[in-house]
DNA sequence: GTCTATATTTTGATAGAC
DNA sequence: GTCTATCAAAATATAGAC
């Protein structure tokens, strides 16, 4: 389609004002500035503000659900599917910081598609409990409080967006490695 | 001073309304609305908007700072100080979750503060991030990517505001232990 | 301490020329 | 595809009556 790629341009330089200050407080002038033009010429790529918010949010979303239903479906172990989450999420946030700033901030901002995207975090957390849930059963895991095991390392990830764009000069696959060691083994000596 | 009562409503009102929806979302309106009063009525209580978010922010963060200062002049070795720090994020958070979701989502609106704020959690990172490496330096920790380390513990913590909310069965004590066992020990078996 | 009324600015979005 | 001009709604905040 024409202009496909100045919509996404569009959307990528608003992920970033949405990174810095939020959907709320960047206006279409904001966004316009940013791009080089004027606030009536975005509406020649966009429908609306909302329009940018949800393309920015439900493919990530999505993505995150393909990932999960392909993990789900290996004959992995639960240490390995863990292992595979995080690299799912290093994955995901180094190809779109801004955009995952966006989907953690900012996704209660989504109107039509609020409810779709409410049900894509259920299930994807679901799933996560789950995997955490059989490791302890099979005694891959400690007997941990599986819901302290999940929300920390589902906050660690999620948050992975502050931190990955200050570490380029890290290996991506080192960091990885790195997550997992802390995430699996802990600190302690 | 007189009135000061209904100031600590409006802003614990607020706070509330800012963990829904993030401040810029939030209208002078909202916030009368949710008091039962009009928008008017709020100005004989509060300067401005950014008046309430200096104030939900500022106490916070200062309580976080007085908190570190007494765990950095104590005797304990490095894992004793991490338990504290532990302790101090599920103490402040349990006492004010709506006012640590402003803290973490809605720091960047800031005005005068800003500069103030900034260096406050600039200064406190620091200090975690010395605990770590001396614990790694003393043996007390693995030789893990410090770093890392940081950055998992304070995800974790900072999105206690999240959870903590929805446990409030689970003790205190209980969840504090759970996650000191998590963050440091990890989950592997 | 709360109200009504209002000033001023800013917002998302549209119409139509080029 | 971008512009100027503009609209209608919504925002923060103030003034002054009660």
Do not use: C
């Amino acid at each position: 389609m024409k202009g496909e790629n100045r919509k996404q341009e569009i959307i990528q330089t608003a992920a970033k004002l949405f990174t810095e200050k939020g959907y709320s407080a960047v206006t279409m002038r904001d966004l316009a500035k940013a791009m080089g033009i004027k606030a009536a010429s975005l509406y020649n790529h966009i429908n609306s503000k909302q329009d940018i918010l949800k393309s920015i949010i439900i493919s990530l979303a999505e993505t995150f659900t393909n990932g999960m239903e392909s993990i789900k479906a290996s004959n992995d172990n639960s240490i390995e599917k863990l292992k595979k989450i995080v690299t799912l999420h290093v994955e995901i946030t180094s190809q779109n910081a801004y955009g995952m700033a966006s989907l953690n901030n900012d996704w209660m901002h989504l109107e039509e598609q609020l409810d779709y995207y409410l049900k894509l975090r259920s299930d994807y957390e679901d799933d996560f409990r789950l995997i955490i849930n059989r490791g302890i059963k099979t005694n891959e895991l400690h007997n941990v409080n599986a819901e302290v095991a999940l929300f920390s390392m589902l906050s660690t990830l999620r948050s992975l967006y502050l931190w990955l764009p200050k570490k380029e000069d890290i290996q991506k696959e080192q960091l990885t490695a790195n997550l997992i060691e802390v995430l699996l083994d802990g600190i302690n000596n």
